[in-house]
Nanobody, 126 residues
Framework: QVQLVESGGGLVQTGGSLRLSCAAS????????MGWFRQAPGKEREFVAV????????DYRDSVKGRFTISRDNAKNTMYLQMNSLKPEDTAVYYC???????????????????WGQGTQVTVSS
């Protein structure tokens, strides 16, 4: 079992920044890939960014490339999402997730992730 707890969400103005954290406990943190997803009201959950266990492989959805950075600190069992130049369309509940089937590879498909956090709200005002 893996337990995930997100933090760092909040209300920010357009152009502002937030840093999300995802603290993991349970299985060995460095053994699996992880990712961030988000879901806005009335919309499907969508992939934001994913990272391999080593941190060397990452992938981002096109709309956040150049603005968001995913990273992880395996010694602290924590994954991060640095979000800069935030836009109103980034408003959503952000979830972290774990993929226990891949280590040095990534997937952007939500259904392939095994464990999920409860989410943290990010609201960007215009």
């Amino acid at each position: 079992q893996v337990q995930l707890v997100e933090s760092g969400g909040g209300l920010v103005q357009t152009g502002g920044s937030l840093r999300l954290s995802c603290a993991a406990s349970g299985r060995t943190f460095s053994s699996y890939g992880m990712g961030w997803f988000r879901q806005a009201p009335g919309k499907e959950r969508e992939f934001v960014a994913v990272i391999s266990w080593s941190g060397e492989i990452t992938d981002y959805r096109d709309s956040v490339k150049g603005r968001f950075t995913i990273s992880r600190d395996n010694a602290k069992n924590t994954m991060y999402l640095q979000m800069n130049s935030l836009k109103p369309e980034d408003t959503a509940v952000y979830y972290c997730a774990v993929d226990i089937h891949r280590q040095e590879a990534v997937t952007t498909t939500a259904d392939e992730f095994d464990y999920w956090g409860q989410g943290t709200q990010v609201t960007v005002s215009s």
